[in-house]
């Protein structure tokens, strides 16, 4: 089984940054892309970046596209979200997912397409 555990989250206001991880255990990690999602009260959760399994790919939402970086280390198990330029907009929980297919397979922004998450972490962002 993959867990995944996200870290890094806290208040900081607008135009601040904000580093989230995504420690991961269990088999098959190396081998899958990952993915951040976020979702706000009242909102459905949505995509925020994705990662090939070896790096070299990257995909964003159009929100966050500019201001945030997706990364991964496959020697540490752990996936990165570095955030800057932080909106009041980008408050939600975040949370880290590992995509059951290879990048180029099916869509990575379909909740759907990712079978393991982590527990979330909370982002605040104030004005």
């Known amino acids: 089984q993959v867990q995944l555990v996200e870290s890094g989250g806290g208040l900081v206001q607008a135009g601040g940054s904000l580093r989230l991880s995504c420690a991961a255990s269990g088999r098959s990690f190396v081998n899958n892309p990952m993915g951040w999602f976020r979702q706000a009260p009242g909102k459905e959760r949505e995509f925020v970046a994705a990662?090939?399994?070896?790096?070299?790919?990257?995909t964003y939402a159009d929100s966050v596209k500019g201001r945030f970086t997706i990364s991964r280390d496959n020697a540490k198990n752990t996936v990165y979200l570095q955030m800057n330029s932080l909106k009041p907009d980008d408050t939600a929980v975040y949370y880290c997912?590992?995509?059951?297919?290879?990048?180029?397979?099916?869509?990575?922004?379909?909740?759907?397409?990712?079978?393991?998450w982590g527990q979330g972490t909370q982002v605040t962002v104030s004005s």
């Open positions: 997912a590992r995509k059951q297919t290879a990048f180029y397979s099916g869509s990575s922004s379909s909740v759907t397409a990712y079978d393991y």
């Open positions: 990662i090939s399994y070896n790096g070299a790919y990257t």
